[in-house]
Nanobody, 120 residues
Framework: QVQLVESGGGLVQPGGSLRLSCAASGSVFTIRDMGWYRQAPGKQRELVAAFTTGDTTKYADSVKGRFTISRDNARTVYLQMNSLKPDETAVYYC???????????????WGQGTQVTVSS
């Protein structure tokens, strides 16, 4: 059973920093496009940052220069968030496209979400 397990959310003051982690567990033959989305109350889920084909990265315009996505292996990604703003309060979700075993279909997986609250 494939799972994306997130950690690192919490309460931080405006201007502060947080680091989120996401690890893929279970049977993973291939994994691609691993990244982070967020959803604020009453808003649609939006891309924050992700690895794409060829290990390039893409970021939402609003976070460029403040957030950094990184990885230390194929199954684990991080999101370093600096200079956080109150309107970035949201549930942050890890996302990836995974082929569990050789020959299987590729499926899109979501983590359970981790709450990030930016408030004084």
């Amino acid at each position: 059973q494939v799972q994306l397990v997130e950690s690192g959310g919490g309460l931080v003051q405006p201007g502060g920093s947080l680091r989120l982690s996401c690890a893929a567990s279970g049977s993973v033959f291939t994994i691609r496009d691993m990244g982070w989305y967020r959803q604020a109350p009453g808003k649609q889920r939006e891309l924050v940052a992700a690895f794409t084909t060829g290990d390039t990265t893409k970021y939402a315009d609003s976070v460029k220069g403040r957030f950094t996505i990184s990885r230390d292996n194929a199954r684990t990604v991080y999101l370093q968030m600096n200079s956080l703003k109150p309107d970035e309060t949201a549930v942050y979700y890890c996302n990836a496209k995974i082929r569990p075993v050789i020959g299987s279909y590729e499926y899109e997986y979501w983590g359970q979400g981790t709450q990030v609250t930016v408030s004084s």
